[in-house]
């Protein structure tokens, strides 16, 4: 009888131990499928940022073109016979002639020999020509710099409180824009805020190659650097972006060396 209570025993404790271990188990499984969902939407976190990152070095910070009053002017705009769609007093797009133009962009007491492309962004060339002939440039300080690890570029184009007025017109969507988001050192592309028909007067030139994401719509590529740049690099983007105003450093600013347009010539 007593060996009986003995086996008894020794069962209950096997299927104790049993159904603990059945418990680590699922306690174990729902730990895995937790950490995973969780590793998963990390990932999706990370990449989401880093698009929107990309997407912001020219929708916002300083002297980015006004997102929403752009959004509210296209609804008006129309496309023409090209499938730019314009609004205010746009440069016409034949200015640009369907050919090469060549000319200098100096900044800086620098020199840097340019290309347009009026056959591949005949509209952007177009307004660049323009502003360029009026003088519209003259004077006016590259307000931003980027020296992130896929984004060099120097922002120009600002209207300014000193200089001319603004000219009232915005027009898009982007022409000749990279499907892979390279864009090589010494590229010359129109920035704009996040409608597809904000760009206006801002310009940005590539000091190194860079890479924004496509998906956005992209930016249009109106001309090249020929000449120059190694130079303007070693005058200018070198130094790098100004601190913020806690003294840490950023990636996104003014530059430090001030940059200003002193002529545009085209031909």
Same mark, same amino acid.
């Given at each position: 009888?007593?060996?009986?209570?003995?086996?008894?025993?020794?069962?209950?404790?096997?299927?104790?131990?049993?159904?603990?271990?059945?418990?680590?188990?699922?306690?174990?499984?729902?730990?895995?499928?937790?950490?995973?969902?969780?590793?998963?939407?990390?990932?999706?976190?990370?990449?989401?940022?880093?698009?929107?990152?990309?997407?912001?070095?020219?929708? =916002?910070?300083?002297?980015?073109?006004?997102?929403?009053?752009?959004? #509210?002017?296209?609804?008006? @705009? $129309? %496309? !023409?016979? &090209?499938?730019?769609?314009?609004?205010?007093?746009?440069?016409?797009?034949?200015?640009?002639?369907?050919?090469?133009?060549?000319?200098?962009?100096?900044?800086?007491?620098?020199?840097?020999?340019?290309?347009?492309?009026?056959?591949?962004?005949?509209?952007?060339?177009?307004?660049?020509?323009?502003?360029?002939?009026?003088?519209?440039?003259?004077?006016?300080?590259?307000?931003?710099?980027?020296? =992130?690890?896929?984004?060099?570029?120097?922002?120009?184009?600002?209207? #300014?409180?000193?200089?001319? @007025? $603004? %000219? !009232?017109? &915005?027009?898009?969507?982007?022409?000749?824009?990279?499907?892979?988001?390279?864009?090589?050192?010494?590229?010359?592309?129109?920035?704009?805020?996040?409608?597809?028909?904000?760009?206006?007067?801002?310009?940005?030139?590539?000091?190194?190659?860079?890479?924004?994401?496509?998906?956005?719509?992209?930016?249009?590529?109106?001309?090249?650097?020929?000449?120059?740049?190694?130079?303007?690099?070693?005058?200018?983007?070198?130094?790098?972006?100004?601190?913020?105003?806690?003294? #840490?450093?950023?990636?996104?600013?003014? %530059?430090?060396?001030?940059?200003?347009?002193?002529?545009?010539?085209?031909?």
């Amino acid at each position: 009888m007593a060996q009986g209570k003995s086996t008894d025993r020794a069962a209950r404790e096997r299927l104790r131990l049993y159904r603990a271990r059945q418990t680590v188990h699922v306690h174990q499984v729902e730990r895995r499928r937790r950490d995973n969902l969780l590793a998963i939407a990390a990932v999706v976190v990370v990449v989401t940022l880093a698009t929107i990152g990309q997407v912001t070095y020219f929708t =916002s910070g300083p002297g980015a073109p006004d997102a929403e009053a752009s959004e #509210s002017a296209s609804e008006d @705009a $129309a %496309p !023409d016979a &090209s499938g730019i769609e314009t609004t205010g007093d746009v440069p016409s797009i034949e200015i640009a002639e369907g050919r090469e133009w060549t000319g200098t962009l100096e900044i800086n007491d620098v020199d840097l020999g340019i290309r347009l492309d009026g056959e591949l962004a005949p509209q952007a060339t177009s307004v660049f020509i323009s502003l360029a002939r009026e003088g519209y440039y003259d004077g006016n300080e590259c307000h931003r710099l980027t020296s =992130s690890e896929s984004l060099k570029v120097l922002q120009c184009g600002q209207p #300014s409180l000193d200089g001319p @007025a $603004a %000219p !009232d017109f &915005s027009y898009g969507p982007p022409e000749n824009a990279p499907d892979d988001g390279v864009y090589p050192a010494g590229t010359l592309a129109m920035a704009r805020a996040e409608s597809l028909t904000s760009q206006t007067t801002q310009f940005f030139v590539t000091y190194e190659d860079s890479v924004i994401d496509p998906s956005a719509g992209g930016y249009t590529v109106f001309g090249q650097v020929t000449s120059g740049l190694d130079e303007f690099v070693a005058a200018v983007a070198s130094a790098g972006v100004e601190p913020a105003d806690d003294g #840490s450093a950023r990636s996104d600013g003014p %530059p430090v060396v001030p940059a200003t347009i002193g002529s545009i010539t085209v031909e």
